[in-house]
């Protein structure tokens, strides 16, 4: 039988699929009402994800990677623009 904690990873990782499949389907879309009803299912996953997201970390199910450091971020955002 699953665990909790597999169960919730599970879904976190079915979401973020979903995520990523809608942001496709976004940048195709030629019908405005089409896009703008995959943009509100798109918001609704992404509301769902992050609400998981902060129970399965509160309950220690989830560990996001360590913080970049100033440096870091300054790095990429050169590396990005320039």
């Known amino acids: 039988m699953m665990?909790?904690?597999d169960m919730v990873n599970d879904v976190l990782s079915m979401l973020k699929n979903s995520i990523a499949?809608?942001?496709h389907i976004i940048a195709e879309a030629g019908n405005e009402?089409?896009?703008q009803t995959a943009q509100q299912m798109r918001d609704g996953d992404?509301?769902?994800q992050?609400?998981?997201f902060k129970i399965a970390q509160a309950k220690g199910?989830?560990?996001p990677a360590q913080a970049?450091?100033?440096n870091d971020i300054q790095n990429v955002k050169s590396?990005?623009?320039g």
Do not use: I, N, T, W
């Open 68 to 70: 970049a450091s100033p």
């Open 21 to 23: 499949g809608y942001a």
């Open 50 to 52: 992050y609400d998981l």
């Open 3 to 5: 665990q909790e904690k």
């Open 79 to 81: 590396q990005v623009s």
């Open 33 to 35: 009402q089409f896009r």
């Open 46 to 48: 992404e509301k769902c």
């Open 61 to 63: 199910y989830y560990m």
